[in-house]
């Protein structure tokens, strides 16, 4: 496989392709005759109407065609390489110091397939949800793509606050177009939020490329330039960390500025929840590990502001579960579950050991996989009953044998169970933060458990009651279509439970080097929350 | 060889591309008189008026590449001159181009509008050149007088009249300000030459002379009006809403930015010494228009007057700049000024396409669900309004424009941090408002029975195209557009050339 994809160069053209191919996809789609052109009146239903057929295949292929392509990936990166690989770069704005630099370590490398993969299947899982207006809905999905792969890839600190934004506008036309019935409110409110955060962080971008580029007498954005400022002050960097640390906490989201995930996430239609949950609220928790603590160690591992920052993960996570716990609204109560999850992710990170650190990345996996997959399979079941409320439910498991065991695979990966993703990837983020943050991390535990309680109990409801509401009676098991789309993601669940070490490895050097870095530039660690410290 | 301007044949030299349209505009006030007043005639004006600008234009380029320079004196040649011009001259091409159709529409007949539009140009440009106070008042007062007449135009409305009324008060009244601004100036330093004001206040050490930092005040309460800064905005709104469509964008775009680049060129030339001094001034100006701008604007329901409020806000986000106190300051005038004058008037273009007879059915609720009529003129105008946002990508040149103020503002000597924050955090409420017009365009259903807006057609249609391509075009690739700027940037006279400065060892001119 390797020596096929070096004889095609695959590593230097392959991440400008990432980002190329689905803009052309969603160009072909304009291409194909509107319902506009066609004279058929707005709001018409399109796939009764017989005219979704085009963009909807077209956007599943051109998904495919970039999942297959940007797979070789996992072949071409080099695990032992801890530094940038698939590098691009080309001047951009040179007046202004920007380039267009593109690069990948394994972190990045698994976000990108993560990505890549997820928004394939959620075309399929939109199929037959989205029903008006299908060439806007599917040429955003694609630029979608684009501006989240940028995301990853981007080395250098304009470009990547540009595909920040980018990916911002088609979330915020998918949600207002196609959302349920508050979908305006939850849009304004998610585009706000984002930006809010985002804006003070351009004006830290803006001061760190001009300090960068002082010797040069230009600003200088790439990240590694910036990685090597050499001293500032430390009031600045305690309040340029603030300005990161907003647009990252928005996006997790951390508590308490998670208020826009519950109207977001249940008022999306159900591709826009799965991609909301499987792979945008990891830009908060990539943006930590990329940006904030390489560039500010000093402050991250301050004992103040990390014990503040890890208060406020366990917060999440307690507080995340009690709110899923009593949510009537299944929808919602998967959204609060990942405010939970993500809240072990960021005590993962804020522990700054290479075991919670990768912990914290295999819970960001797996939580994509895990909760991508309820969203997906709660947008199923409301296709065909149209309501999400628990207490419609009960006793699915007669009348929709296949859903109920995919449901049941999917929680038990979701609560942790040995044998799923979602195991190894929380027992790795309480083992190696319970070194730096041992209380911390026994609160965090008891999450768990919480999170074992409310889904179990959701899904008892749900699938295990008595059969008590006729009209649940005649509903349908999963079709061709569904399965197709829910058996990659139960068998990476398993793969990965079952077999991590594929994953773990290609992390590792990323994962240790940042570990590494940061604790080096921030000088002797400092033990936190009382007993721990080594 | 640099000019001698105390020459007259010289000096016309230095001033060829502004007699030029003075001399073209008074032919065509001829050419308008000619015949009797009719859609058609007002039609021919427009054209004759629309190929003298690109004539003008034409000499403005070629002067900027000549190389000319001139020596001290009256009128400065910089690239910083010709780059203002260009986007004056086009601003005007636009509000020309525009107001053929509306002009018929509307029943303004007179020929004499667009004659009017040029001398208001010629006006601006007379102010980007000038480096004598008293050729900014000349400047200053050419360009009023001119717009005082157009803000009244259309004579049959009351809303007209009365915002042309005002305007005219007002401004006359704060041209007062402007002008004993002027006088003590001239009173402390004995000379209303830029370049010698600038050389005596530090020789006379006249940092803290009363009558010196007096002159300051009131000529930054004048300027102050004519850029719609808080709290001199008053007479903005009602104004903007009574003039006809495309000279309301003209003086959005146009008188705005002719007012900015005198204030930046006086600043920068004659009161650098006295940073100190003003720079407060400047701050709190820049903060509270942000605020009352885009504050006020989450209120509008009518479309021109929430985009009168805007161009409010976006005065307080160049003051940002200004307040940094550096040349830089004014290359990132340029670049904003460009992407601004494009979203502006591409958007009031699209409000002429959407308004009816009267400038009526401009509120929010009459663009509901426009993707559904007309999509072109929906997404256009969502292009506008990101790129007022200062959207990356989707909204062009907006996104950078306000990366360069930012810049400014943050990489001078005393970086304007706060002022930073605040433009930010300002930047984040506008959204409340300009995607509130993306939002009801997209996201409500077409009422029943609505009208479906007319498909713009000829010019019209060409400047939304134009405006919106030229400014995704130079959002993803603006190098040219920022190489010109850095070559625009405002030199006093007698500094090293930017060729062997670090900041610009790119250009490539």
């Not at chain 2, 919106?468 to 007698?494: C, K, M, N, Q, S």
């Amino acid at each position: 496989m390797n020596e096929f994809l070096n004889s095609i160069g695959y590593m230097s053209w392959i991440l400008p392709a990432l980002l190329a191919i689905p803009v052309v996809g969603a160009a072909i789609i304009w291409m194909t005759p509107t319902p506009r052109r066609r004279g058929i009146p707005p709001g018409t239903d399109e796939i009764t109407a017989g005219i979704a057929n085009g963009p909807r295949w077209i956007a599943f292929l051109v998904l495919l065609v970039e999942f297959v392509v940007s797979l070789g990936l996992w072949w071409a990166f080099d695990p032992a390489v801890a530094g940038w690989q698939a590098l691009f770069d080309m001047p951009w704005i040179p007046t202004w110091g920007v380039r267009f630099t593109l690069g990948i370590d394994g972190i990045a490398l698994m976000m990108i397939l993560l990505t890549t993969g997820i928004m394939a299947l959620s075309i399929l899982g939109s199929w037959t949800g989205i029903r008006t207006r299908t060439h806007g809905y599917y040429s955003l999905m694609l630029i979608l793509t684009t501006g989240m792969l940028g995301v990853f890839m981007a080395l250098d600190l304009f470009l990547f606050y540009v595909m920040w934004e980018v990916m911002l506008v088609p979330m915020y036309f998918i949600i207002g177009i196609w959302g349920g019935e508050r979908r305006l409110y939850a849009s304004i409110k998610f585009f706000i939020y984002t930006m809010v955060g985002s804006l003070l962080m351009l004006v830290a971008i803006v001061y760190l490329g001009y300090q960068a580029g002082l010797l040069e007498g230009r600003p200088n954005f790439s990240y590694e330039a910036i990685l090597a400022i050499p001293e500032l002050s430390s009031r600045a960097a305690f309040w340029l960390f603030i300005a990161f640390f907003l647009a990252f906490a928005v996006k997790v989201p951390m508590f308490p500025f998670h208020t826009w995930l519950p109207d977001a996430h249940v008022e999306a239609p159900t591709a826009g929840s799965v991609i909301l949950a499987a792979i945008m609220l990891k830009f908060g928790t990539y943006g930590f590990l990329r940006f904030a603590l390489p560039f500010f160690p000093a402050v991250s591992l301050n004992p103040a502001v990390r014990t503040t920052i890890i208060v406020l993960a366990v917060i999440g996570v307690i507080y995340g579960s009690l709110v899923a716990l009593v949510q009537p609204d299944i929808k919602k109560l998967v959204a609060y579950s990942s405010v939970a999850h993500l809240g072990m992710v960021m005590l993962g990170i804020f522990a700054l050991t290479t075991e919670s650190v990768q912990g914290a990345l295999m819970v960001m996996i797996g939580h994509g996989l895990s909760t991508g997959a309820l969203f997906l399979l709660v947008g199923i079941i409301y296709e065909r009953r149209h309501t999400r409320l628990i207490e419609a439910y009960g006793g699915l498991a007669k009348v929709v044998p296949l859903f109920a065991t995919v449901l049941t695979i999917v929680t038990l990966s979701s609560i942790g169970l040995p044998g799923t993703n979602g195991f190894v990837a929380e027992f790795l983020v309480l083992i190696g933060s319970f070194k730096t943050a041992p209380w911390a991390t026994t609160i965090a535990a008891i999450g768990v458990i919480l999170g074992a309680a409310y889904m179990l109990w959701a899904i008892q409801r749900l699938l295990y009651q008595k059969l008590d509401k006729p009209e649940n009676a005649s509903l349908t098991d999963l079709n061709k279509r569904e399965l197709t789309l829910l058996v990659p993601i139960l068998a990476c669940i398993l793969w990965l439970g079952v077999y991590p070490k594929p994953v773990l490895s290609r992390m590792e050097a990323s994962s240790s080097k940042l570990v590494e870095q940061v604790e080096s530039k921030a000088g002797r660690q400092n033990p936190i929350l009382g007993v721990g410290g080594r | 060889m640099p000019l001698d301007l105390s020459k007259a044949a010289q000096l016309s030299l230095a001033l060829t591309p502004d007699l030029l349209l003075f001399a073209g505009a008074m032919l065509l006030m001829l050419f308008a008189a000619w015949r009797a007043d009719s859609a058609e005639h007002q039609r021919r004006v427009g054209i004759a008026s629309l190929v003298l600008i690109v004539l003008t234009i034409v000499a403005v380029v070629m002067f900027a590449r000549s190389g000319i320079t001139a020596g001290p004196g009256v009128i400065a040649i910089d690239q910083y001159r010709w780059a203002a011009d260009v986007i004056f001259l086009l601003a005007a091409a636009i509000a020309i181009a525009t107001s053929l159709d509306y002009n018929a529409r509307e029943g303004i007949w007179a020929g004499e509008s667009h004659v009017l539009v040029l001398f208001a140009t010629g006006g601006m440009m007379l102010m980007a050149a000038a480096r004598d106070l008293m050729i900014v008042f000349l400047g200053i007062e050419l360009m009023s007088i001119a717009v005082y007449v157009l803000a009244g135009l259309n004579r049959r409305s009351a809303k007209s009249a009365e915002g042309a009324i005002k305007y005219f008060l007002l401004g006359a009244f704060s041209t007062a300000f402007l002008l004993y601004g002027i006088a003590l100036v001239y009173g402390a330093t004995g000379t209303t030459n830029l370049v010698m004001i600038g050389e005596r206040v530090v020789t006379s050490r006249l940092d803290n002379d009363a009558l010196f930092l007096a002159g300051i005040a009131l000529m930054l309460v004048g300027f102050g009006f004519k850029v719609a800064a808080a709290p001199f905005h008053m007479w903005t709104p009602d104004v903007y809403e009574g003039a006809p469509m495309p000279i309301t964008g003209y003086m959005a775009a146009g008188v705005k930015a002719a007012a900015f680049a005198v204030l930046i060129r006086v600043w920068l030339e004659a009161f650098p010494t006295a940073y100190a001094k003003w720079h407060a001034a400047v701050w709190w100006l820049a903060a509270i228009t942000m605020v009352v701008g885009n504050v006020v604007a989450l209120q509008q329901k009518n479309l021109k007057r929430m985009l009168a409020y805007s161009s409010i806000a976006h005065t307080g986000f160049l003051l940002v700049a200004l307040a940094s106190g550096t040349a830089q300051a004014s290359t990132a005038f340029l670049f904003y000024l460009l992407a601004y004058t494009l979203a502006t008037m591409g958007a009031f273009t699209v409000l002429i396409v959407l308004s009816d007879r009267g400038d009526t059915r401009i509120s929010l609720n009459d663009i509901n669900g426009l993707w559904y009529a007309r999509p072109g003129l929906a997404v256009a105008l969502t292009i506008f309004m990101l790129a007022l946002l200062g959207f990356p990508v989707f909204g062009g040149m907006g996104f950078l424009g306000k990366w360069y103020v930012l810049q400014a503002a943050l990489q001078a000597p005393a970086p304007q941090t706060r002022l930073a924050i605040v433009l930010v955090v300002m930047t984040a409420v506008s959204a409340g408002y300009y995607l509130e017009v993306v939002r009801v365009m997209f996201m409500r259903q077409r009422p029943e029975g609505a009208a479906t807006p007319p498909n713009p057609l000829g010019l019209t249609r060409f400047v939304i195209y134009a405006t919106a391509i030229l400014l995704i075009v130079f959002g993803i690739y603006p190098d040219p557009v920022a190489r010109l700027a850095t070559a625009g940037t405002h030199r006093a006279p007698g500094a090293p050339p930017a060729a062997t400065r670090p900041t610009a060892n790119t250009v490539a001119r």
